[in-house]
């Protein structure tokens, strides 16, 4: 009997090359799978299903992990309000540990003694998916063809066409992520240090030029209604948050920063979902937050992403600062008006009974209530004290 392997497909050149090699190569049972963190419509789906299956694949599986994904990796960061160097929603790039997951785990149910990915040598994702190999299934070896061999792409498609299968693999000027939390761009211009992507390089294009008014509310952090409407589904919400954005071309940008292997690297990126929810959710916690609560989130946020992104996310640490931030979140519910207007949009304000502005000891800069004019001098004399200390201290030493 062949043994299995396992191979993460997504139905790109190089999984379908690395399909064709392990079988007609290594002799092995190639079962794809894809798992889906709600980057792909079922149309898609159904595609990658079919061309897995021209490739000779034995079985193929559609792992649907969307629910997961945001239960236990967009909920978090939503509640962290984190974005990479103050850019990056760390969009793709926290699906690739879920799709990682489920993939290792789909390999150990059916007994596979390999598993395989299309990763290249020069990227985050071959570290992300390794990783979570190795840790969930030592026993389990891992194979991956295209970084090994190092391979151009006329070499894949024509080893592809040598041996039965012709697809059209044109490369296309614009690679396209696409994922939930957003969708990431590369290019000719994310190469290069002075150039920006092009307005045609983005999948979303303007829809709308007449502003409009957007209502997120929130419930314990979590989002739960979007312009007046209840979503059970918090996926959706995303997506009407998304579909309401994208119309204006929000939430796109250009992220610089450290790779997992060292170097630096740029990706273009259109997230407005992601933009939209985190800024409208950080405005509200502003209202309903502590001095301290939103310095301590604001620091384990930082940790948290940087964790996420460099696929640290088994790390039992990050379970620990999962705990602190939904801790964080009990008064953190209300609605958060937004204007949409061509590439921009405004926080306008929200509307909570924990806002921690409605109280009756004051007013900023109008009318004081809880306290005297004394109160503060005596207050203010006080707090003064260790600057004095050391001013008078400086004073005695210039003598």
Not at 173 to 199: A, F, H
């Amino acid at each position: 009997m062949k043994e299995k392997v396992v191979l993460a497909f997504s139905g790109g050149l190089d999984t379908s090359f690395c399909a064709k090699y392990l079988s007609v190569e290594k002799g092995y049972e190639v079962h794809t799978a894809i798992a889906n963190t709600g980057g792909f419509s079922e149309k898609e789906l159904k595609t990658i299903e079919e061309r897995a299956f021209k490739l000779g694949a034995a079985t193929h599986a559609t792992l649907d992990v969307t629910k997961e994904y945001y239960e236990k990796s967009i909920k978090y960061m939503v509640f962290g309000n984190v974005l990479r160097n103050g850019t990056y929603p760390i969009s793709v790039s926290s699906e690739r540990i879920f799709q990682a997951i489920a993939i290792i785990e789909y390999a150990k149910k059916i007994g596979a003694k390999y598993v395989a990915h299309g990763s290249t040598g020069a990227g985050n994702d071959q570290v992300r998916f390794d990783l979570t190999f190795q840790v969930l299934a030592p026993e389990i070896e891992i194979i991956t063809p295209t970084r090994d061999m190092t391979l151009t792409r006329e070499y894949e498609i024509n080893y592809l066409k040598d041996h039965g299968y012709e697809a059209d693999f044109t490369k296309m000027e614009y690679s396209i992520n696409k994922g939930l939390w957003g969708t990431s761009v590369g290019g000719k211009e994310t190469l290069k240090s002075d150039q920006t992507l092009p307005e045609e390089a983005y999948p979303s294009q303007i829809t709308k030029n007449d502003g409009e008014l957007l209502t997120i509310d929130f419930k314990k952090g979590e989002i739960c209604g979007v312009n007046g409407v209840t979503f059970e589904d918090k996926i959706e919400a995303i997506r009407a948050v998304e579909t309401a954005g994208a119309a204006y071309g929000i939430g796109r940008d250009m992220h610089i920063g450290d790779t997992i292997i060292g170097i630096k690297g740029r990706v273009g990126f259109e997230a407005a979902g992601a933009l939209l929810i985190i800024n409208a959710h950080k405005m509200l916690e502003k209202h309903t937050l502590t001095k301290w609560q939103q310095y301590w989130k604001d620091q384990l946020g930082t940790w948290y992403g940087m964790f996420l992104h460099e696929a640290q996310y088994l790390e039992p640490v990050m379970r620990d600062m999962e705990q602190f931030l939904e801790s964080t979140q009990q008064n953190v519910t209300g609605t958060v008006k937004i204007q949409l207007r061509p590439y921009s949009y405004t926080l306008i304000g929200v509307e909570s009974s924990f806002d921690l502005m409605k109280t009756d000891f004051g007013e900023y800069g109008e009318v004081n209530r809880a306290w005297s004019a004394d109160d503060v001098k005596g207050f203010t004399k006080i707090l003064a004290n260790q600057m004095k200390i050391y001013y008078n201290v400086q004073k005695r030493n210039e003598k």
